[in-house]
Each structure stands twice: as C-alpha cells, then as structure tokens.
C-alpha cells in the first residue's frame, strides 16, 4: 500500500531543517484489479456471430444439366437499373411481359415478393439481373429483401439482350 518515508538527515552544517517526507503509492494492487477486471469481461462478453447468406451458384455450363428449365408463370425476373431503380416482370422477355418500375422501400420490391402471386406458387423462382452500371449496394438490399420476405428459389442470372431489348421499349 502507501507508505510515508521521513528523512532524519540534518542536512550541512549541523542546521536544523524541517523533516523531509517521501510519498510512495504500491500500484500492485491497482495492476491486479485492472487486469482482473479485464479477465472477467473478456471471459463474460458474448461475440455477435455473422449473419451470411447461403448463395448457390450456377454450374458450369459444359457440365450436365440435371434440373428442367423454369416455366415462365413460374420466373420473377428481377432487374436492377443504373441509378437505384428496380424493374420487375413475370415471366421471360421473349414474351414480351409488362415490366413494372418500383423501388426498395416497403411498398415496393417487398411488396411484390410477400404478394400473393409469389407465395402461392411454390415453384416460383426470382431471377435477379444486374445492368453493368447498377450498385452493388443495390444487389446487397435486393438478397437482404429476400431474406426478409423469406422467399425460398432465387437465383443471379445474366442480362441478355432481350432484357435489354425489353428496357429499352420503356
């Protein structure tokens, strides 16, 4: 603990001087507690896990192809547009569906995948499609809004040129 030293020298010349007194402060006690109390959060504080996505990618395509492809009242195609835009359509763009323009927020692209158009069909699938110059960011919400929406079947897919065909007639 802390002690208190009291010099007795006289000092030069036999003269008497006051009492010199020296404080000395044991920081032992002070270190221990410290890292006591470390130890006990460190060992009592519960780590946050990460949140992931399971993601199935696609095969390759010189392989064989063991799944039938999708019937078309059976796709939401998902496209994500350059400036956070959102454009949606059932079915395939060879058959030249009404394609929608809606955004991320909770009446938008939630909306449609909580529909009952969506969740009655339990072969639906939603295809998800990226112009070159979307956001990632963009993609990000549309995989969150899926796990939010709990929808099962999704997949990403490339643009081709019929959806850019189907786009550009907007």
């Known amino acids: 603990m802390a002690q ?16 010199k ?73 060879g058959d030249k569906p009404a394609v929608v323009k809606t955004d991320f927020s909770a009446t938008g692209i939630r909306k449609v995948l909580v529909s009952e158009k969506i969740k009655s069909n339990r072969k639906m699938v939603v295809l998800i499609k990226a112009m070159k110059k979307s956001r990632y960011s963009n993609l990000v919400d549309l995989l969150d809004e899926i796990k939010i929406t709990d929808t099962k079947k999704y997949a990403l897919v490339d643009l081709d040129k019929t959806d850019k065909d189907l786009l550009a007639s907007l």
């Open 4 to 19: 208190l030293q009291e010099n007795n020298t006289t000092g030069k010349g036999g003269k008497k001087r006051a009492k």
């Open 21 to 93: 007194k020296f404080f000395h402060l044991d920081m032992t006690p002070m270190v221990d507690l410290a890292f006591l109390l470390l130890t006990f959060f460190m060992l009592t504080t519960t780590f946050s896990k990460l949140q992931t996505m399971e993601l199935h990618m696609p095969l390759d395509p010189k392989g064989p192809i063991d799944e039938a492809p999708i019937a078309g009242k059976n796709a939401l195609t998902v496209i994500l547009g350059e400036q956070n835009e959102v454009y949606y359509y059932f079915g395939f763009a």
